[in-house]
Each structure stands twice: as structure tokens, then as C-alpha cells.
């Protein structure tokens, strides 16, 4: 068992956390029009994790919360719930559970209770018709922001947009590479978080 990730209790079993990250990705402004969705970095948050017997595999995301938060740091005061499956904002659900089947609770809570560096120790849980489906008490790592811009955008061009959306995180800028080859020729730039 992985004490230190956490666990979730979905539908009467439990199951041990393998894997819980934060990252983010800031598009371009034209791609967010292109989507019909609001520019600015968008937060993934996922998990996954393994029933006792290691036989049943769980996913959890909650890519849809539509989070605004103006520094990585501020996931320490993160306190969110849903009342409706659907966000109106995203047009997406505010998350899924993925067990063999998906599951998107009507209803439910995201809380981040503590904060360590870039770990976050987070309280979930989500109920479709009243019913409780999972809870969740886990551990979760922030790595980093990836940027994407267009083909003749350097990495200081990158760095400078994302200073924008999160001034004052000084990220390091960790890798760069230009995407010629693709249908969207694009540069992307990764940065992860000084926490020292």
C-alpha cells in the first residue's frame, strides 16, 4: 500500500493511489477562440490508482473544474464544489471517474487541505443522485506548465507569456522544442516550479 499518496474509496473498495499530478498548459489566444474556450493556463488534475488485488485500475480527473488560480502556490487555498455535472464554463463535466465505465458526479467536493513545496494534499469526493460514488484523500505533485505558441515564438517569447498568466512563479524553463512536423506546426516550452 502507498500511505504516502492516499487512497480512494470508490463504490465499497478501496483502492491505493499510484499517481496524482497538477500540471497546467497555456494554449494560444487562438486556439482558445478557435475552441470557444477562455485563454488562460488550464489545470489538469489527475490520479490514478490500483484496487488491493491490483487487478481494477481507477482514473480520476478533474479537468473541468475550470480553476483560476494567478500562481501554482495558490492551489493552497483551493476550496471547490459542484452542484451540477456539467461546467457551463468549459462546457465539460467538472470531473470523471473512469473504472470500466465513466462516471461524471453531479455533486461533489475538491479540497486542498494542505500544502508542502509543490505537493498538495487534496479531499474529494462526488455522489450521482445523492449516492455517494468515491471519496478521496491523496497527495498530489505539481510538475509544471507547458506553453505553446506558434512556430517562430522563442522561448523567451514563451517564458513571457506565461509570466503573464502566473507573474511572480519564476518557473524554469526546462525544455523547448520548435514542431515542424505536425498538422499544427507549433514551439512548446515546459516549465517546472522552483521550490526552494
Given amino acids: 500500500m502507498n500511505e504516502r499518496l492516499g487512497s480512494i474509496n470508490f463504490q465499497g473498495g478501496r483502492f491505493d493511489v499510484v499517481t496524482a499530478t ?76 473512469e473504472a470500466g465505465e465513466t462516471f461524471s458526479p453531479d455533486s461533489g467536493t475538491f479540497r486542498v487541505a494542505h500544502s508542502r513545496g509543490n505537493m498538495f494534499t487534496i479531499h474529494s469526493n462526488g455522489r450521482i443522485e445523492g449516492i455517494e460514488l468515491y471519496t478521496m484523500d491523496a497527495e498530489f505533485t505539481f510538475q509544471g506548465v507547458r506553453v505553446f505558441g506558434e512556430t517562430t515564438d522563442t522561448e523567451v517569447d514563451l517564458h513571457r507569456r506565461l509570466e503573464t498568466e502566473l507573474p511572480g512563479d519564476r518557473m524554469l524553463l526546462t525544455d523547448f522544442t520548435t514542431n515542424l512536423q505536425t498538422v499544427n506546426p507549433n514551439s512548446t516550452a515546459y516549465f517546472t516550479p522552483q521550490t526552494k
Fill in 22 to 97: 497538477i500540471e497546467g498548459v497555456l494554449n494560444t489566444r487562438r486556439w482558445a477562440k478557435f475552441h470557444g474556450q477562455p485563454y488562460g493556463v488550464k489545470w489538469y488534475i489527475e490520479v490514478t490508482a490500483k484496487s488491493l488485488n491490483k487487478h481494477n485500475e481507477l482514473e480520476i480527473s478533474f479537468n473541468g473544474l475550470g480553476l483560476h488560480v494567478t500562481s501554482w502556490q495558490d492551489f493552497s487555498s483551493v476550496n471547490f464544489c459542484w452542484e451540477t455535472w456539467q461546467n457551463p464554463t468549459t462546457n465539460s463535466p467538472y470531473m470523471h471517474v
